[in-house]
């Protein structure tokens, strides 16, 4: 699965091991995404479901895109469609997705990396395979996250971040049982290239069987950790997790994560995304495409992609 790897893992820098007497965080809850659809009909889990939205601050919704072996002429993508008041982080761990907006952002992204889109004070975007993949098909595996922005940043100008995935930072635990992918925000002192509005940690760890993962975490932020292949157990209590499940932690100053002694045949390891952030702990309207602080504001924000001023769809999209 993960397009971002090393031969040799002891090469890496190590996380450091938690202090003596750090408090493990244990876990709240764990729930398990439902299947959905998304866009031109893309399969889609929804990783947030039936989770409470303050213990997700600063994160809003996330989708397991796939993974799916599209036949060809079967791979799909989003129709131009407006956002206002967060940012869109898609992460590609296989396949290819085609990225454009109004704003004049974009690019293509394929194994590994990420693409970071603020769509601030609001934008038209689409997505879609390259015509490449819709007619030969093949795997197509990624996330999406939004993130939210604090009443002070809503009205920002959009901006656009292409991430490769040959640019994040890279991280060993001390026994090399695991990989970890550092996409954005600081993890242990060590920094990853996404650019962020608010503090948050965005990691992709790859844990090998019987291995354990113990994370040091900013006390202050939120922790969440959902899998997306594998088998293994979460929290200073051990609790079971699997593919398709999110668990969301309580206080601590560390996680902890261990891979099942044996992965099903589609999973070498534990594949599972880290993240957490400061909560912006400010009220949340949202509706479709945008997500603002009051009522009034999402029917400013329709008025205003009703009248053309999030933008027009370019003659030669891409």
């Known amino acids: 699965m993960p397009a971002v790897t090393v031969e040799n893992l002891l090469t890496l820098p190590r996380v450091s091991a938690p202090a003596a007497g750090a408090l493990s965080r244990s876990v709240r809850s764990v729930t398990t995404a439902p299947a959905g659809v998304e866009g031109e009909g893309f399969p889609v889990r929804r990783a947030f479901a039936g989770v409470d939205v303050a213990a997700l601050d600063p994160f809003l919704h996330m989708d397991q895109m796939g993974e799916v072996d599209y036949a060809p002429g079967e791979p799909r993508g989003t129709a131009w469609h407006p956002h206002r008041g967060f940012e869109t982080v898609t992460y590609l761990l296989e396949g290819t997705f085609v990225h454009a907006d109004s704003h004049g952002g974009g690019g293509v992204i394929s194994d590994g990396d990420t693409q970071w889109m603020t769509a601030g004070s609001g934008l038209l975007h689409i997505e879609a395979p390259p015509e490449s993949l819709v ?113 969301v932690f309580g206080p601590g100053e560390f996680l902890e994560v261990r891979a099942a002694d044996r992965q099903d045949s589609r999973s070498a390891a534990l594949e599972v995304l880290l993240l957490g952030g400061q909560p912006i702990r400010e009220p949340v309207a949202a509706y479709g495409p945008f997500v603002m602080n009051t009522r009034a504001e999402l029917v400013t924000a329709f008025e205003d992609f009703q009248a053309g001023r999030l933008g027009v769809i370019p003659s030669t999209p891409r």
């Open 135 to 247: 007619l030969s098909g093949g795997l197509f595996h990624g996330i999406q996250l939004w993130v939210n922005l604090p009443r002070t940043l809503k009205m920002t100008d959009p901006r656009y971040q292409d991430i490769r995935g040959g640019a994040v930072a890279l991280l060993s635990t001390a026994d090399g049982g695991a990989l970890l992918r550092v996409i954005a925000g600081d993890v242990d002192g060590h920094r990853g290239p996404g650019v962020t509005h608010t503090p948050i940690s965005l990691v992709h760890a790859s844990i090998a069987p019987g291995a354990a993962l113990r994370l040091p975490w900013n006390p202050s932020f939120n922790a969440l950790a959902y899998v997306l292949s594998g088998t293994g157990a979460v929290g200073s209590e051990g609790r079971p997790l699997a593919s398709g499940q999110l668990a």
